[in-house]
């Protein structure tokens, strides 16, 4: 056997992955659509198609084909989804827009948890660097709580961006046939 046993050893401890399937974790999940009724092909849990879209849209990776190919080569995809699941395109590109709004509040949240916990440091266009610890720091880089306000209003903006990059790579995909 090639690869660890546990996938978790598959990646460094410090890789973004696993932030991103903590922060997905501990996110509500009752506002996302999922099939009751048990009919139709088997349903992926909400947590790891939350994840999958959050570390492809922080990846840069938007086209949910794209994805799709990705679950099979890409490591931390592979982590993300158990190493046997590999949702199929239209799979993702409907639990992203049955869940569009429940997505884009989670996705927000793993956001600002990140900033808050250092994980990530650059969003985007956006540099934030916003504890407040009593220190030698200078006041200039501290961000008082009406600036925290315009950070997440910028992150709700660019995870908006973000789905809507996604959107414009699937539409392509369909125009191509």
């Known amino acids: 056997m090639l690869f660890p046993v546990d996938m978790r050893d598959w990646l460094p401890e410090d890789h973004l992955v696993h932030f991103i399937v903590d922060a997905a974790g501990m996110m509500e999940m009752s ?3 999922v099939n009751k009724r048990g009919t139709g092909s088997e349903q992926y849990p909400p947590r790891m198609m939350l994840a999958l879209l959050v570390y492809c ?6 086209g949910s084909r794209t994805i799709e190919a990705q679950t099979y080569t890409d490591v931390a995809l592979r982590y ?10 239209s799979v993702i590109c409907t639990f992203r827009k049955e869940n569009k709004e429940a997505f884009e509040q989670a996705f927000t949240k793993i956001l600002v948890l990140g900033v808050q916990t250092e994980k990530l440091k650059k969003i985007g266009g956006i540099s934030v660097d916003g504890c407040k610890v009593k220190a030698n720091a200078s006041k200039h880089k ?3 709580y009406k600036r925290a306000g315009e950070i997440i209003q910028k992150m709700e903006a660019e995870v908006q961006e973000l789905i809507r990059l996604a959107e414009e790579e699937d539409g392509k995909a369909l125009r191509q046939g």
């Open 57 to 62: 849209y922080v990846t840069g990776r938007f």
């Open 80 to 89: 993300i989804c158990g190493g046997e699941a590999h949702p199929d395109h």
């Open 142 to 144: 501290a961000v008082s």
């Open 31 to 33: 506002a996302f659509k």
